[in-house]
């Protein structure tokens, strides 16, 4: 589910992955009596450059001062990245960025996966909310949702809708939206979603839902006209734009919320020192200005909170993954 950045925005993100790389192993000094030797690897199963793997390194530059140690980001993409995870050694040195709805999700889309995220993980704690937000094509001039409604029910199955994949939870959220809202609309699935978002743009496909961070500088420029956002509250960089409630669609939530999580197995004190980690860099206002200029809310919450909006992700998209079919697996 990662957005594809614009060419200023990834020149940015590849400054702050140099950055955050240097000012790392740099702290190490300060505490070397006391900080383990190796450096703490945390996992991140998307792509260099994406909005999750720049999210992850924000925060992991935050947690290498507090910790006292280097902290090493290993993009490990998809399934490959979950799985070396999952059976990493338990020892606390080794970490990951997931999704709580991939977390909640993974098991009921394929049946064939090398690992169990209920088995071989352990929730740390929860970081951040990258909140969606529903756009069209604005040339279309849909002033809100109630007219791309309008439109799409006067028009049954002649819209089309972008995702990031035929498993990502921007397909997951549409599909709910066309649920609550009766709508007939058609799947387009991309191999990431700043292909999609190009195409809805260039009036391919006409709508689509995505993590504020993809779409915010087509607001911006009005190339993308932001109908809602998919969150229970307006969100700070859109204060004008309704929420899917306030639209009349109350069901329509989908916020795409990341944690920590370890290997099963990992000590409780290894457990508590990461989280602990984790509070403290989202106290930094640096941190919380760095998340929120990408469009992310920080979203620091203990692991048994971060579970229990697991069970609630798996809750609200098992439905939509059986009525439609979706498997990852075929």
Do not use: C
Not at 294 to 318: K, Y
């Amino acid at each position: 589910m990662n957005s594809a950045l614009p060419l200023g925005t990834f020149a940015s993100a590849m400054a702050l992955v140099a950055t955050a790389a240097i000012t790392a192993t740099a702290t190490v000094p300060a505490l070397a009596q006391t900080a383990p030797v190796r450096p703490l690897r945390i996992i991140v199963p998307y792509t260099a450059g994406s909005s999750s793997d720049i999210r992850g390194r924000i925060v992991a530059q935050a947690m290498a001062a507090q910790l006292g140690q280097p902290v090493i980001i290993d993009n490990r993409p998809g399934i490959a990245g979950a799985d070396i995870l999952a059976k990493a050694m338990p020892d606390g040195q080794t970490t990951g960025f997931l999704n709580a709805t991939v977390l909640a999700t993974a098991t009921l889309l394929s049946a064939t996966l090398p690992y169990d995220p209920d088995r071989d993980y352990t929730a740390v704690a929860l970081i951040s909310n990258s909140p969606e937000v529903l756009v069209t094509d604005a040339k279309l001039n849909f002033h809100s949702v109630a007219e791309l409604i309008a439109h799409a029910k006067a028009h049954p199955g002649k819209l089309n809708f972008g995702s990031a994949g035929a498993t990502s939870l921007t397909r997951l959220a549409m599909e709910l939206f066309k649920v609550e809202a009766g709508v007939n609309l058609v799947h387009v699935p991309y191999k990431g979603i700043g292909l999609a978002i190009n195409d809805t743009i260039g009036g391919r496909v006409q709508t689509l839902i995505s993590d504020l961070s993809g779409v915010q500088p087509f607001i911006r420029t009005g190339a993308l006209k932001a109908l809602a956002v998919t969150s229970a509250r307006r969100i700070p960089l859109l204060p004008d734009v309704p929420t899917m409630a306030e639209a009349s669609l109350p069901k329509v939530l989908s916020d795409n919320l990341t944690g920590l999580v370890a290997p099963a197995a990992t000590p409780a004190p290894a457990l508590r020192r990461l989280h602990d980690a984790v509070a403290s860099a989202l106290k930094k206002p640096d941190v919380a200005q760095q998340l929120a200029n990408q469009g992310v809310i920080p979203t620091p919450a203990t692991a048994d909170e971060f579970r229990r909006l697991v069970r609630e992700e798996r809750a609200r998209w098992s439905p939509i993954i059986k009525a439609h079919g979706i498997r990852a697996d075929g």
